[in-house]
């Protein structure tokens, strides 16, 4: 099964909602051209996109144009013109960082008790079978074992995990989530802005 079809609507329904807004741009300030991107089109980017975690690159790279198209529109740039300083200027995260973002909130999310119940049927916490001195960092999954690539790597059990443990320490342990938010939004713009 993949997210093609999904991908492909998605994105009509999105470049739908920009030529709309590209049709009365020249009335409107970047402010509320901003708002109006966000409200319509970066919002049906972000739905559900914790299930694209495993996506291959292609099919990413179809949604990352519209968001470029999206930095452009607001930003009154030319098609020819290169995203990633729009999309900095903006401070908006790439599609993947996007994805990273939501699977990381979901699982500071879990840790913090305001998951859905049915998280712990697919996120297991590690705890090691001895004392270790790394057992104070209590704040990680354990990453099921995979036969497929292609299946098994793309599930949420196996992506949220490996996501997570990936994190520094000081934003796993954040104690609020306001204050995870920002440091996580930090360390994923340095990541993929480097």
């Known amino acids: 099964m993949t997210l093609n079809k999904h991908i492909s609507l998605v994105c009509r329904a999105a470049y739908f909602e920009l030529r709309k807004i590209s049709t009365i741009r020249h009335t409107l300030s970047s402010q509320t051209t901003n708002t109006l ?53 903006l401070h908006w995260l790439p599609i993947q960082a996007r994805i990273d973002y939501k699977l990381s909130t979901l699982c500071f999310n879990f840790f913090s008790g305001s998951s859905p119940a049915y998280f712990s049927e697919l996120l297991t916490v590690y705890s090691p079978a001895r004392q270790l001195r790394s057992s104070s960092d209590c704040r990680i999954f354990t990453i099921p ?3 497929t690539k292609t299946y098994g790597q793309r599930t949420f059990t196996f992506c949220a995990p490996t996501q997570w443990n990936s994190l520094p320490f000081h934003i796993r342990h954040s104690q609020s989530p306001q204050a995870f938010k920002r440091a996580l939004k930090t360390h994923l713009f340095r990541k993929y802005n480097p």
């Not at 299930?51 to 470029?68: E, F």
Request: charged fraction near 20%.
């Open 37 to 89: 991107v966000c409200a319509f089109v970066l919002s049906k980017l972000d739905y559900c996109n914790s299930l694209l975690s495993g996506c291959p690159l292609y099919l990413l790279h179809k949604l990352q144009k519209v968001q470029n198209s999206a930095a452009r529109l607001i930003l009154k740039a030319r098609k020819r013109d290169h995203a990633t300083p729009l999309l900095h200027t």
């Open 145 to 147: 074992h995979t036969k």
